[in-house]
């Protein structure tokens, strides 16, 4: 069986003091159990925080983007190898908000994914359809591309990333995907790795998860954890995700 992972997106939350607890509460009170892992993805500028509070926990933590380039002129850009500087572990890429408000196409995210594997990450990359998409029966097709665009750009390295399966009309929006809407897509996209070759390959859901829906989610067979945005800003609730 696979490992769970359950990862935390702050997106663009936190201040120094909220942080210090937030950090405190997920490094005291999170013991690895064998089988679960806890992550965060912090605001870049909180990296450094990050490291000072977590390390020697059992927490990992991470960005929630990277630069596809190296370095150069960039302004504002933070690259993968900077981000790798503060011990993080993860990067998030392609997250619907980076693909919606920021015109991220899917040769954008796949270069980040790059990016983030040549400097010692692990990328997670988050694939999902609109609302429009899904009423239009358009899911399969839609992250079967997105996922697509990653493995043709990996080659073998596919099987060293994360990926995240996140309905864009889920995420914020309280409207979770069931375990039964979630389970075929994740199975479908399951199946896609292991022709890649990858199919040990942790497949997250992502999209209003909460203490109290985890459980039924985690207990799908192709569901292999959690993106958590909102509900990893309480310690309480994100650490019963992290145990459910
Ligand atoms: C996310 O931002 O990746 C996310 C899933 O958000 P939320 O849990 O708030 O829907």
Known sequence: MRDKLIVGNWKMNGDLATNARLLGRLSTDWHATQGRALAVCVPAPYLAQARAALDGSDVAWGAQDVSEHRAGAYTGDVSASMVAEFGARYAIVG?????????????????????????????????????????RGETDAVVARQLDALIEALGRDIARIVVAYEPVWAIGTGRTASAAQAQPVHAMLRSRLVRAGAGDVAVLYGGSVKANNAAALFAMPDIDGALVGGASLDADEFLMIGRA
Request: glycine letters at 10%; charged letters at 25%; a negative charge.
């Open 95 to 135: 997250h619907s908000e980076r693909r919606q408000l920021h015109g991220e196409t899917d040769a954008i995210v796949s270069a980040k994914a790059r990016a983030a594997l040549a400097a010692g990450l692990t990328p997670i990359g988050c694939v999902g359809e609109t609302l429009a998409e899904r009423e």
